[in-house]
């Protein structure tokens, strides 16, 4: 449970990260290297998100992918497969 948690928080990082280099080789358009790699980064962090959450982001009762807004601490959330709660461990 902790090591999803964990590997949840690094891939909202990625997501973040990839945003904020794809916007910052955008905002500056000029096609040099440096923006190329910018924007590669951007897109290489943004697999990375999508990798991570495949991976890890699973139901430990069911194993099927969790809802993306199922780590919100306010929510009453449960998997949509099999009904686990993560309040209960």
């Not at 430990?60 to 194993?63: H, K």
């Given at each position: 449970m902790k090591?999803?948690?964990f590997m949840r928080k690094i891939a909202v990082?990625?997501?973040?990260?990839?945003i904020l280099l794809l916007f910052s080789g955008f905002t500056m358009m000029s096609l040099d290297k440096v923006n190329v790699l910018w924007l590669a980064a951007g897109a290489a962090a943004?697999?990375?998100?999508v990798v991570i959450n495949?991976?890890?982001?699973?139901c430990?009762?069911?194993?099927k992918?969790?809802?993306?807004?199922?780590?919100r601490k306010d929510s009453d959330a449960c998997c949509l497969h099999c009904g686990w709660k993560m309040q209960e461990k």
């Open positions: 090591k999803m948690l990082l990625c997501f973040w990260a990839g943004l697999v990375l998100y495949r991976i890890f982001w699973r430990p009762e069911c194993g992918a969790l809802n993306p807004s199922f780590a």
